[in-house]
């Protein structure tokens, strides 16, 4: 999704917009909640300093996203009309991606175009659809990130100086205690009805199993649960 900034019009919007507003391709300008932060006060990993030394005062604009939640609570059958969106705030890239990290999740440019549609429709109750080439290009010109090609014709996006300690959530070792499968086993045995159905892939099917809380997963990040 686009964040207004500087003079930057996207796709024919009369005027700039603001620092801090969401705008899609049609030109329309999305409400958001606008505060003075701390520069990316929830940011570990080096960017948030990067920011404040390279844009003074923009902490006092920035898009205030404190207490977001990072998935939308709208299944995706019943969501709304996907809007499409062309222009991507590095910040809100950033973001995107730091909290990848948190969830032991490799930022591969699929992930990351799905997360940033997450958090847009978290703030904004907007279902919207992230280009791909813009999402790439936007990385590329990010000051703190790194584009690195994957395999087949992914990528991934890569904090600049950070540690990485993902999960290999196609690895075929299994690191959990025998308890976890037994506890596994036992609870979708015991699935009914609209609770049995699981949507595909790893990604969105961790994020379902995350939300049911369950004993046997407390604890564990986004990535292990994609692994299990």
Known sequence: YGLGCGQQTVLGAPAAPALGQLVTSQGVVLPQQVAGLPCLPQMPYGVGPVLQAQLPGFQAQMLHQTGLALLSQQPLQQQAAVV????????????????LYRDELKPFGRILRKRLAEQAQAATGEAVDVGVKELRSACEACPWLTVQ????????????????????VYSPEDVYPEALWA?????????????????????????????RNLHFLAGRSLGQISHI
Do not use: H, K
């Not at 499409?84 to 995107?96: C, E, G, L, N, Y």
């Not at 036992?186 to 994020?207: H, I, K, T, W």
């Open 84 to 99: 499409p969106v062309t222009a991507i705030a590095p910040v809100q890239i950033a973001r995107a991606v730091e909290s």
């Open 149 to 168: 090609d994957a395999e087949g014709a992914d990528w991934t996006a890569l904090l600049v100086g950070q540690p990485q300690s993902f999960v290999d």
């Open 183 to 211: 506890e596994a086993a036992a609870y979708f045995e015991s699935l009914q009805g609209d609770n049995m159905v699981l949507p595909g892939g790893r990604y969105m099917c961790a994020q379902v199993l995350a939300q």
